[in-house]
C-alpha cells in the first residue's frame, strides 16, 4: 500500500498543512488544464482547514467544488456541510457560484443521490460505468472508522460500480448522501484529514491491522493506486508506532 503520513502538534497546525498540500495540487492541476475539481468533508476540521485554504495561492475562479458527502438537510441547517463550506470557504474565497456543486440535502435522499451522480456525469462527460477523476478529494474518518458517509459493515463500502448513494446511520439518526468507493478510488489525490483524541485507536488500528475496508472503511485509502495522504494530529497519532 502506498501512502503519505504525517503528524502535527494540534489540529489546526494538521489542517493548514492539509490545505498548503491541497493548494499545491490545485496549482499543479491549474497548470495542465483550464479547470480543477476539489471534493471537501464536513466537521470541525475542515473548519479549520478551510480559511487558512482561502490564504493560499489559488485561482477560485477555476475550481469546481464538490462534496464527499452531504447530511440531508436544507442548505442552511446547522449540519450541512454546504453551509459549512460557504461560510468558511465560499465567503472568502471567489469560486463562481456556478462552479459549486452542491448535494441537494433538502431532497428526499434517493432523489439527492441520483440528481448528485448524475450532476457529476454530465461535468465529467463521463461514458456509462466510468468514474469521475477529481483532482484533489479531502476525506476525514469518524472514531468508528467511517469514511464519507461509507459506514462499518455498510455493503456500500463494496460499490465500486456506482457514484453517489443514499445511506441512513443509525448511530446519527440521520439520511445522508456519500461518494462511493469509485470516485473515491480514481481521484488524483486523496488527502485524511484527522484529529482528536477519540480517533486515536482507530488511526492505530487502520495502519497496523489488516486491510479490511468492509470494517474500517477508511482503509480504502490504501486503495487508491495514486496512493493517499493524511495529515494526523498528536492527540490522534498517540498509539502510532514511532
Same mark, same amino acid.
Given at each position: 500500500?502506498?501512502?503519505?503520513?504525517?503528524?502535527?502538534?494540534?489540529?489546526?497546525?494538521?489542517?493548514?498543512?492539509?490545505?498548503?498540500?491541497?493548494?499545491? #495540487?490545485?496549482? &499543479?492541476?491549474? *497548470?495542465?488544464?483550464?479547470?480543477?475539481?476539489?471534493? @471537501?468533508?464536513? $466537521?470541525?476540521? /475542515?473548519?479549520?482547514?478551510?480559511?487558512?485554504?482561502?490564504?493560499?495561492?489559488?485561482?477560485?475562479?477555476?475550481?469546481?467544488?464538490?462534496?464527499?458527502?452531504?447530511?440531508?438537510?436544507?442548505?442552511?441547517?446547522?449540519?450541512?456541510?454546504?453551509?459549512?463550506?460557504?461560510?468558511?470557504?465560499?465567503?472568502?474565497?471567489?469560486?463562481?457560484?456556478?462552479?459549486?456543486?452542491?448535494?441537494?440535502?433538502?431532497?428526499?435522499?434517493?432523489?439527492?443521490?441520483?440528481?448528485?451522480?448524475?450532476?457529476?456525469? #454530465?461535468?465529467? &462527460?463521463?461514458? *456509462?460505468?466510468?468514474?469521475?477523476?477529481?483532482?484533489? @478529494?479531502?476525506? $476525514?474518518?469518524? /472514531?468508528?472508522?467511517?469514511?464519507?458517509?461509507?459506514?462499518?459493515?455498510?455493503?456500500?463500502?463494496?460499490?465500486?460500480?456506482?457514484?453517489?448513494?443514499?445511506?441512513?446511520?443509525?448511530?446519527?439518526?440521520?439520511?445522508?448522501?456519500?461518494?462511493?468507493?469509485?470516485?473515491?478510488?480514481?481521484?488524483?489525490?486523496?488527502?485524511?484529514?484527522?484529529?482528536?483524541?477519540?480517533?486515536?485507536?482507530?488511526?492505530?488500528?487502520?495502519?497496523?491491522?489488516?486491510?479490511?475496508?468492509?470494517?474500517?472503511?477508511? #482503509?480504502?485509502?490504501?486503495?487508491?493506486?495514486?496512493?493517499?495522504?493524511?495529515?494526523?494530529?498528536?492527540?490522534?497519532?498517540?498509539?502510532?508506532?514511532?
Amino acid at each position: 500500500m502506498s501512502f503519505e503520513r504525517e503528524v502535527f502538534p494540534d489540529a489546526q497546525a494538521a489542517a493548514a498543512a492539509c490545505a498548503r498540500h491541497i493548494a499545491i #495540487q490545485l496549482q &499543479r492541476a491549474l *497548470a495542465a488544464r483550464p479547470q480543477a475539481t476539489l471534493a @471537501v468533508s464536513g $466537521g470541525h476540521t /475542515p473548519k479549520l482547514m478551510f480559511p487558512s485554504l482561502t490564504q493560499l495561492a489559488v485561482d477560485w475562479s477555476r475550481i469546481h467544488l464538490f462534496f464527499v458527502d452531504e447530511r440531508c438537510v436544507p442548505p442552511d441547517d446547522d449540519a450541512s456541510n454546504y453551509k459549512l463550506a460557504r461560510e468558511n470557504l465560499l465567503a472568502h474565497a471567489s469560486i463562481p457560484d456556478a462552479n459549486v456543486h452542491r448535494i441537494a440535502g433538502e431532497k428526499e435522499p434517493g432523489d439527492a443521490a441520483r440528481g448528485y451522480s448524475e450532476a457529476i456525469q #454530465q461535468f465529467f &462527460r463521463l461514458a *456509462a460505468g466510468a468514474m469521475p477523476q477529481f483532482d484533489v @478529494v479531502q476525506c $476525514g474518518m469518524g /472514531p468508528d472508522g467511517h469514511t464519507a458517509s461509507l459506514f462499518p459493515g455498510d455493503p456500500l463500502v463494496s460499490d465500486r460500480k456506482g457514484i453517489a448513494a443514499a445511506v441512513y446511520a443509525p448511530q446519527f439518526r440521520q439520511w445522508r448522501v456519500t461518494l462511493l468507493p469509485g470516485p473515491l478510488l480514481a481521484a488524483r489525490h486523496i488527502l485524511y484529514l484527522v484529529s482528536g483524541d477519540d480517533k486515536a485507536e482507530m488511526v492505530r488500528t487502520v495502519f497496523h491491522e489488516a486491510i479490511d475496508p468492509r470494517k474500517h472503511p477508511a #482503509q480504502l485509502a490504501f486503495e487508491n493506486p495514486e496512493g493517499a495522504t493524511w495529515f494526523i494530529d498528536q492527540a490522534a497519532a498517540k498509539l502510532l508506532d514511532p
